[in-house]
């Protein structure tokens, strides 16, 4: 039987307390990305930050302003993945970069990174660390549509 192909379909996180951004990193593969995860059928983007956040941190998180659209293709483990993430601010209730962020869920961690080390952070995809900034700079409401799919 074929499998299916299919697109996954991230809310993610931007959070930014005294200087310093909220990443996940899988303890695994290392790999570093902004926390948040999968949207479920029928659930919007922003109820699904919300109950990622909930869920690996344990913390209620508050969503504000849509920073963006990012498309993202890898190789992982020989099998190509195709993703969209869907990028907000958001503030999350009791946490501060001057204390740890423990992770409710085994498999990742929480590091805060000084927002001038965030280009060297290895944040995935790498072309959301050269953009991200930009995003946030920005007044406007809705910022961009970026990808690596060209």
């Known amino acids: 039987m074929k499998k299916k192909k299919h697109i996954e379909i991230i809310a993610r996180g931007v959070f930014i307390d005294r200087g310093k951004m ?3 990193r899988n303890r695994k593969a290392s790999n570093v990305y902004l926390p948040g995860g999968h949207i479920e059928p029928c659930e919007s983007a ?3 930050l919300c109950r990622e956040i909930k869920e690996e941190l344990g913390r209620v998180a508050k969503v504000g302003r849509f920073l963006g659209a990012a498309e993202n293709s890898f190789m992982q483990k020989g099998k190509l993945h195709c993703e969209m993430n869907l990028v907000f601010e958001m503030k999350v209730k009791g946490l501060s970069a001057g204390k740890t962020a ?7 961690e929480f590091i805060w990174v000084p927002m001038d080390q965030f280009k060297n952070s290895g944040m995935m995809p790498g072309f959301l660390r050269r953009i991200l ?6 007044l406007a409401r809705v910022q961009s549509w970026v990808t690596n799919m060209e």
């Open 133 to 138: 900034p930009s995003w946030l700079g920005s």
């Open 22 to 24: 909220l990443l996940c």
């Open 46 to 48: 922003k109820k699904a």
């Open 102 to 108: 423990r992770s409710c869920e085994d498999y990742i």
